[in-house]
């Protein structure tokens, strides 16, 4: 990876302002070291502006492979482009309405809905034709499906609709737009896709509890020996948060902290890209941030 980018962001995203954190790193003309630090959610929008940024998000970049066949959808990018904001593929459908591939997005809200509605309404087959590849391979949770603690899709409408559909013309979005590596030498702002049970993996955290904070808060020591092999260092208050847990942020914080480092060892060739993405991924359904083919 010949490219180097100038900041490093990672943001732990939710529908709900309230659910979503942000830890940026940022490295020292003069010393080379990284510095991370917590940064404000609303300014992630700046971010997707800036000149050889890096922004992960904790949220689906793509769509599935059958979805997108069903609806003739050339591609991801394609999709972005055309999607209006009026659209209804936007709004989740509370049962008892039937999801549709036209409102794929299910349940609105909990009560009576089951996941053989996905599977009647979209009418694309079993529960798993729902899956992009990188998702069955890390048993992340299906896109469409919005009920529970591991449901994804309403943060991927929020960041599809409040962000990159917008913004899609400045920022570059892996993997659609080429390898990580091209992306950065070209200096564009760079969107990518992370998921935090793949980047526990990788980095090797031990079984704990992350919706508990004396889980997280004993962690901390851990994380802070992978945060000085990255020759990085951590703001006060950012290094103050882990000790204590995170309880200000909770699970969000702690999750915006971990893919920060995963996005780190990458940029510094600790790990790999992910590059070469399958060619359905790089068209339409995307990839995952460090997740091996």
Known sequence: MRGRPALVAHADWSASPAGRAVVLAERSARTGIWWLAPADPTGVRELLAT????????????????????RAIPSFRAFLATCSAEDPFWTPVAPPEQPSLARPFYPARAGGARRADLEEGLGLGPFATHLRVCDGLTRAQCLFWTLGPKQCGRAALAIWRELLAGSSARSAIWPFDGPLDRLLEAGRPIVAETYPGLAYRLLGLPRFAKRRAADRARLAGWLGERVLALDARLCSELEAELEAGFPATRDHGFDALVGCLLLLEIVERRRGSGDPVPAEAARIEGWMLGLQA
């Open 51 to 70: 000149p050889r940024a890096l922004v992960g998000f904790d949220a689906p970049l793509g769509l599935p492979r059958a979805y997108a066949e069903a």
